[in-house]
T-cell receptor
Framework: QKEVEQDPGPLSVPEGAIVSLNCTYS??????FMWYRQYSRKGPELLMY????GNKEDGRFTAQVDKSSKYISLFIRDSQPSDSATYLC?????????????FGEGTQLTVNP | GAVVSQHPSWVICKSGTSVKIECRSL??????MFWYRQFPKQSLMLMAT?????????EQGVEKDKFLINHASLTLSTLTVTSAHPEDSSFYIC??????????FGAGTRLSVL
């Protein structure tokens, strides 16, 4: 069983739709949770960083963490064609800069105009 | 967020030659950098952890002699693919932590070995 499970999609939505991206994890030691966006042939770009259960909002993006269920989500409101990318959830145990990330497989999202 | 610069963005080389990829942290000091490899439509696979002033830590199955990592300063880590072969063609990405465990990624290097 993988430590982090993420539906790879692909997910296709019309412009303006609300998108929900999800990851589940099995290791309760994960304490910090991130969402990255990756455009084709580019490096991942950090979107959201959270460390406690609950919601964190940044513009059209909301990250949700439920540690009791070992479940995290990223919501995108009013989705735009420019949001078309692969979204990677990532988790980390330690607090130091040397701690390694564990990634989900990534969900490929297409927002159609 | 913090800036990690990776160069080159795309390199084509002949089989048997060596290729060096640079990863620089532009606005912070990075004691640790990470090197990943990514195949099409797959997630990132950690190859090695690069520590400033010491030997890199390689993941299981990654050949140390094939993928040479040097982290000689707090702002620069390099990955050299030695005696490259077509099966080494891939997308290589570096990352580094600026504050605590928040990692920022370079733009990636596409390596094509002919």
């Amino acid at each position: 069983q993988k430590e982090v499970e993420q539906d790879p999609g692909p997910l296709s939505v019309p412009e303006g739709a609300i998108v929900s991206l999800n990851c589940t994890y099995s290791n309760s030691a994960f304490q910090y949770f991130m969402w990255y966006r990756q455009y084709s042939r580019k490096g991942p770009e950090l979107l959201m960083y959270t460390y406690s259960s609950g919601n964190k909002e940044d513009g059209r993006f909301t990250a949700q963490v439920d540690k009791s269920s070992k479940y995290i989500s990223l919501f995108i409101r009013d989705s735009q064609p420019s949001d078309s990318a692969t979204y990677l959830c990532a988790m980390i145990i330690g607090e130091t800069s040397g701690s390694r990330l564990t990634f989900g497989e990534g969900t490929q999202l297409t927002v159609n105009p | 967020g913090a800036v990690v610069s990776q160069h080159p963005s795309w390199v084509i080389c002949k089989s048997g030659t060596s290729v060096k990829i640079e990863c620089r942290s532009l606005d912070f000091q990075a004691t640790t950098m990470f090197w990943y490899r990514q195949f099409p439509k797959q997630s990132l696979m950690l190859m090695a952890t690069s520590n400033e002033g010491s030997k890199a830590t390689y993941e299981q199955g990654v050949e140390k002699d094939k993928f040479l990592i040097n982290h000689a300063s707090l702002t620069l880590s390099t990955l050299t693919v030695t005696s490259a072969h077509p099966e080494d063609s891939s997308f290589y990405i570096c990352s580094s932590g600026a504050t605590k465990n928040i990692q920022y990624f370079g733009a990636g290097t596409r390596l094509s070995v002919l």
